[in-house]
């Protein structure tokens, strides 16, 4: 996706690419697949980090692609976006273990870290 990547969601060409770039990872001995939806999560200049920006048709085909070696952990630093439940689906989905690497607390945002946000 090159520089897009932090400008749009991913096609359907590019996330069958990158599915099949998890399962050859997978196949090599990775341990698993890492993302995160935090929003504190940019680049330089406040970019977003790409996979801010994938769409939950990205994600399900990813965590689904490692899912399928059978082993594997999908490992996320959340946002205040992304729902619990919503993970909890992705990881039952794929049969394989969910770690959330960061749940962070907000002063000015009690409740961004909310199990009762969305997706």
Known sequence: MGEEAT?????DEE??????????????????????????????????????LADDRELRALVN????????VYML????KTSIPYLEGLAAEAKRPLVIAAVFHSNTNPTAASPRSTR
């Not at 400008?7 to 096609?11: F, G, H, L, S, Y």
């Not at 998890?22 to 406040?46: C, D």
């Open 7 to 11: 400008e749009r969601t991913a096609t």
């Open 15 to 52: 996330i069958g690419q990158m599915a099949a770039q998890v399962r050859q990872a997978m196949a090599a001995g990775a341990v698993g697949f890492a993302s995160s939806t935090a929003e504190a999560h940019n680049g330089e200049g406040g970019t977003p980090m790409p996979s801010r």
């Open 65 to 72: 692609a490692m899912g399928e070696s059978g082993r594997g």
């Open 77 to 80: 630093t959340k946002g205040g």
